[in-house]
């Protein structure tokens, strides 16, 4: 069991139990209708996913490393908005 909750906080995507794991997450939000646990799982999945692919690529870890951190800020602050837009409009 401990080896199952480390690989989920480090996020190792070459493990299958992490991505059943999130898997199972989306379609239990998707059954609650919980639309910022899955809003959470795709920015996790696009910024992780864009680390993957420009790892190797010739743009240099710093540049790939700002867009990973750049895509999470988008999303939290995606998240913040949609917030307080779900506060005020709340019925």
Do not use: C
């Amino acid at each position: 069991m401990n080896g199952f909750i480390h690989s989920l906080v480090r996020l190792d995507w070459s493990d299958p139990r992490v991505i059943g794991f999130l898997i199972a997450v989306v379609i239990i939000a998707l059954a609650r209708k919980w639309s910022f646990v899955i809003l959470v799982v795709l920015i996790v999945a696009l910024a992780e996913g864009l680390q993957y692919l420009l790892r190797h690529s010739a743009l240099g870890h710093d540049f790939t490393h700002g867009i990973v951190i750049g895509v999470y800020g988008f999303g939290g602050l995606l998240l913040l908005f949609l917030a307080i837009a779900h506060a005020f409009t709340k019925e």
